[in-house]
T-cell receptor, first 118, second 114 residues
Framework: AQKITQTQPGMFVQEKEAVTLDCTYD???????LFWYKQPSSGEMIFLIY??????QNATEGRYSLNFQKARKSANLVISASQLGDSAMYFC???????????????FGGGTRVLVKP | ETGVTQTPRHLVMGMTNKKSLKCEQH?????MYWYKQSAKKPLELMFV???????ENNSVPSRFSPECPNSSHLFLHLHTLQPEDSALYLC?????????????FGPGTRLTVT
């Protein structure tokens, strides 16, 4: 079974509007971290936001917010006021802290391509 | 220079060639990683180094040989590759292997095996 599932292969969003990118995860660990990365066409993976499994509040970083629903095992990324520079691939990733052998191993989803239209 | 750098950015090599990819991080981190990103596949972890010691080899073929001479540098030595090895190879670093910190990625090396 996939540990990280991103069901939206691609999305269009109008400039200045908000967009929600879906991410569901599968783990039996109680302690884990969820990450979102942005990958523009240049290839670099840019860290956006982090949510710990014990964090009670949803993480926010500027225009990025993470809608964390632990019971549903979902960690959706919300980008508000989209800009043309937001066009990129977006990856959800999970790190299971409870399994010692995993260390800081990140498991990535398949990604969602976002295209912002002017 | 800041962050994580990788050289070369693009590499074309024949199946009989030997080449090396280089990664350098300027963040004072102690853990470094190699990932492979193929078309239409999720990012795959290849190797993990923590304080210069290899802590994970994710069933990577022996034609890929990593080297970590110090906490700031990571190499991936390539020899007798196959066309299916063509991919974007990303290097990353983090504070250390077991901490809660995020990983920072380099820009990647786009490898084409002919």
């Amino acid at each position: 079974a996939q540990k990280i599932t991103q069901t939206q292969p691609g999305m269009f969003v109008q400039e200045k509007e908000a967009v929600t990118l879906d991410c569901t995860y599968d783990t039996s660990d109680q302690s884990y971290g969820l990450f979102w990365y942005k990958q523009p066409s240049s290839g670099e993976m840019i860290f956006l936001i982090y949510q710990g499994s014990y964090d009670e509040q949803n993480a926010t970083e500027g225009r990025y917010s993470l809608n964390f629903q632990k019971a549903r095992k979902s960690a959706n990324l919300v980008i508000s006021a989209s800009q043309l520079g937001d066009s990129a691939m977006y990856f959800c990733a999970m790190r299971e802290v409870g399994i010692k052998a995993a260390g800081n191993k990140l498991t990535f989803g398949g990604g969602t391509r976002v295209l912002v239209k002017p | 220079e800041t962050g994580v750098t990788q050289t070369p950015r693009h590499l074309v090599m024949g199946m009989t060639n030997k080449k090396s990819l280089k990664c350098e991080q300027h963040l004072g981190h102690n853990a470094m990683y190699w990932y492979k990103q193929s078309a239409k596949k999720p990012l795959e972890l290849m190797f993990v180094y923590n304080f210069k010691e290899q802590t994970e080899n994710n069933s990577v073929p022996s034609r890929f040989s990593p080297e970590c001479p110090n906490s700031s540098h990571l190499f991936l030595h390539l020899h007798t590759l196959q066309p299916e090895d063509s991919a974007l190879y990303l290097c990353a670093s983090s504070q250390d292997r077991d901490s809660a910190y995020e990983q920072y990625f380099g820009p990647g090396t786009r490898l084409t095996v002919t």
